[in-house]
């Protein structure tokens, strides 16, 4: 549901690429939920999304474009935070919700059949790996990335939403994490393309975006705890 004192559901597309496309169920709030739906050989699979009019819409249209089946493959739940609307979007389309093998607490949480994904998300061509796996604070996170498209999906330690982002940069790592920021995003070289699960995602020199993400990630932490601070008291 939206941050209290945000708008009604009103779906905007902000990523749209040959391969998939994103959105914002609740384009006025200040998480800037993103969600998106990924074409693959194995049909349209559904990353950790939230619900409005007209998302069903655009999983069809995806998928018809897409180069495999037209149907949704899945949903996937890669933030143990982001069950977000995944059971009901996965009922509508009869697809079960996956979670990665490793991530604990999820499951049992989800009004909907659950299955389990390893290395590989399903027949997709999406490589599945660990970003984070922490009990204090609580955090387990999984992204994906696909070698033949250079596609890299990062649910939440790094963004584009305003609250992730100091200085100059394009994407900022999230502001719990900038004294550790996620070094093994580097493991994948430097990625074509960048959608994360808040904000827009990075389309032109993503690669170039992450590394500045990462190197300048403490050098500015002090700027984006100030800019918080101050929005949180001018707010």
Same mark, same amino acid.
Not at 24 to 36: F, I, K, N, V
Not at 69 to 91: F, P, Q, T
Not at 135 to 143: D, I, N, T, Y
């Given at each position: 549901?939206?941050m209290?004192?945000?708008?009604?559901?009103?779906?905007?597309?902000?990523d749209?690429? $040959?391969?998939?496309?994103?959105?914002?169920?609740?384009?006025?709030?200040?998480?800037?939920r =993103?969600?998106? =739906? *990924?074409?693959?050989? $194995?049909?349209?699979?559904?990353?950790?999304?939230?619900?409005?009019?007209?998302?069903?819409d655009?999983?069809?249209?995806? %998928? @018809?474009? &897409?180069?495999? =089946?037209?149907?949704v493959?899945?949903?996937?739940?890669? /933030?143990?935070r982001?069950?977000?609307?995944?059971?009901?979007?996965?009922? !509508?389309?009869?697809?079960?919700?996956?979670?990665?093998?490793?991530?604990?607490?999820?499951?049992?949480e989800? $009004?909907?059949?659950?299955?389990?994904?390893?290395?590989?998300?399903? $027949?997709?061509?999406?490589?599945?790996?660990?970003?984070?796996?922490?009990?204090? #604070?609580?955090?387990?996170?999984?992204?994906?990335?696909?070698? +033949?498209?250079?596609?890299?999906?990062?649910?939440?330690?790094?963004?584009?939403?305003?609250?992730f982002?100091? %200085?100059?940069?394009?994407?900022?790592?999230?502001?719990?994490?900038?004294?550790?920021? #996620? @070094?093994?995003? !580097?493991?994948? +070289?430097?990625?074509?393309?960048?959608?994360?699960?808040?904000?827009? &995602?990075?389309?032109?020199d993503?690669?170039?975006a *992450?590394?500045?993400?990462?190197?300048?990630?403490?050098?500015?932490?002090?700027? /984006?705890? =100030?800019?918080?601070?101050? +929005?949180f008291?001018? %707010?």
């Amino acid at each position: 549901m939206p941050m209290k004192g945000d708008g009604p559901a009103d779906l905007q597309v902000i990523d749209r690429f $040959d391969g998939g496309v994103g959105w914002l169920a609740y384009p006025d709030e200040t998480m800037q939920r =993103a969600s998106h =739906a *990924l074409a693959t050989p $194995d049909g349209v699979w559904v990353i950790d999304p939230v619900d409005a009019a007209g998302v069903d819409d655009l999983l069809a249209e995806v %998928g @018809e474009s &897409g180069p495999g =089946a037209s149907e949704v493959a899945g949903v996937a739940v890669c /933030l143990d935070r982001h069950k977000r609307d995944a059971a009901a979007i996965a009922r !509508r389309h009869d697809v079960d919700v996956y979670v990665p093998t490793w991530m604990s607490g999820v499951a049992n949480e989800i $009004d909907a059949p659950v299955s389990r994904f390893g290395s590989d998300l399903g $027949d997709s061509g999406f490589e599945s790996f660990v970003i984070r796996d922490s009990s204090l #604070p609580p955090w387990q996170e999984a992204g994906l990335y696909n070698p +033949g498209t250079g596609t890299m999906v990062v649910p939440e330690s790094v963004g584009t939403a305003a609250y992730f982002l100091a %200085g100059e940069e394009r994407l900022g790592v999230h502001p719990m994490l900038r004294l550790t920021p #996620p @070094e093994g995003l !580097r493991s994948h +070289g430097r990625p074509e393309r960048i959608l994360v699960g808040h904000g827009a &995602g990075i389309h032109e020199d993503a690669g170039g975006a *992450l590394e500045g993400a990462l190197r300048s990630s403490r050098a500015n932490t002090p700027s /984006l705890y =100030a800019k918080t601070l101050k +929005g949180f008291l001018t %707010g």
